[in-house]
């Protein structure tokens, strides 16, 4: 079997999954986004998922990322794939990761977003980047440090400073269940911050939630982008053919 077929097949049995978990809440298909998570995997399978119909990649390490992006480019340059930030990010990194990400989902602190709002004019003005850059909060929901993401008490403050940034675009929010909790009780917190977030924001309508292992109960809870990577993939570490 080629890697494409080992790609297709998975592809398929994640669309399959996808489908049932939208059908069973009572949502149409395409409102979930299903976004390939290839960090550690080469550029060549982000450019087969190309190939195959998937449209949204996504990374956690800028370095990997930028160089990864730059390789499928060259690879398909007519692919039109976007490519997402979902790792933590420190604001050292916010120059380089501009240059590459049409969306970072890992905003969690008011000075990571002014930093990237700087780095989004700077990328503008030496020709660089062309839009605004689309932004996620993460909201930590287990208030673990060292898993990152917002507070839900200091939510609507960040999403302030984001929308004061004329470079950046708040599209919504993103989540990891917390390791050994409940993944539904945690999404269905973050479905009800989504609701509070849109009083204000009603353009945040993006809820990122949901992976391998969870997918289905995120979806139950009204998430619209699932981050899928072993399941697509394969396991971490290992090299594609």
């Given at each position: 079997m080629t890697?494409?077929?080992?790609?297709?097949?998975?592809?398929?049995?994640?669309?399959?999954?996808?489908?049932?978990?939208?059908?069973?809440?009572?949502?149409?298909?395409?409102?979930?986004?299903?976004?390939?998570?290839?960090?550690?995997?080469?550029?060549?399978?982000?450019?087969?998922?190309?190939?195959?119909?998937?449209?949204?990649?996504?990374?956690?390490?800028?370095?990997?990322?930028?160089?990864?992006?730059?390789?499928?480019?060259?690879?398909?340059?007519?692919?039109?794939?976007?490519?997402?930030?979902?790792?933590?990010?420190?604001?050292?990194?916010?120059?380089?990761?501009?240059?590459?990400?049409?969306?970072?989902?890992?905003?969690?602190?008011?000075?990571?977003?002014?930093?990237?709002?700087k780095a989004?004019?700077?990328?503008?003005?030496?020709?660089?980047?062309?839009?605004?850059?689309?932004?996620?909060?993460?909201?930590?929901?287990?208030?673990?440090?060292?898993?990152?993401?917002?507070?839900?008490?200091?939510?609507?403050?960040?999403?302030?400073?984001?929308?004061?940034?004329?470079?950046?675009?708040?599209?919504?929010?993103?989540?990891?269940?917390?390791?050994?909790?409940?993944?539904?009780?945690?999404?269905?917190?973050?479905?009800?911050?989504?609701?509070?977030?849109?009083?204000?924001?009603?353009?945040?309508?993006?809820?990122?939630?949901?992976?391998?292992?969870?997918?289905?109960?995120?979806?139950?809870?009204?998430?619209?982008?699932?981050?899928?990577?072993?399941?697509?993939?394969?396991?971490?570490?290992?090299?594609?053919?």
């Amino acid at each position: 079997m080629t890697r494409r077929d080992e790609l297709a097949e998975a592809l398929a049995a994640v669309e399959d999954r996808v489908a049932r978990a939208c059908a069973a809440a009572g949502r149409p298909r395409e409102a979930v986004r299903l976004l390939a998570v290839t960090k550690t995997f080469p550029a060549s399978d982000a450019a087969l998922l190309a190939d195959l119909g998937v449209r949204d990649v996504a990374e956690n390490r800028d370095q990997e990322a930028g160089e990864k992006a730059a390789e499928v480019a060259s690879l398909r340059p007519d692919s039109g794939l976007r490519w997402h930030m979902v790792g933590r990010l420190q604001r050292n990194k916010a120059r380089s990761v501009v240059r590459w990400a049409d969306e970072v989902q890992s905003v969690d602190s008011e000075r990571l977003a002014g930093a990237l709002a700087k780095a989004v004019r700077a990328a503008r003005d030496a020709g660089e980047r062309e839009s605004a850059l689309d932004v996620l909060i993460q909201v930590s929901l287990d208030d673990d440090p060292e898993r990152g993401g917002c507070p839900l008490n200091e939510l609507g403050r960040l999403a302030e400073r984001i929308t004061r940034e004329g470079d950046l675009s708040l599209r919504g929010l993103m989540a990891v269940a917390p390791l050994g909790g409940d993944p539904a009780e945690a999404f269905e917190r973050l479905a009800r911050a989504g609701d509070s977030l849109r009083v204000d924001h009603p353009n945040a309508g993006e809820v990122s939630a949901g992976m391998s292992n969870d997918l289905e109960q995120a979806i139950t809870h009204g998430s619209t982008c699932v981050r899928v990577g072993t399941a697509l993939l394969g396991g971490r570490g290992l090299a594609s053919p």
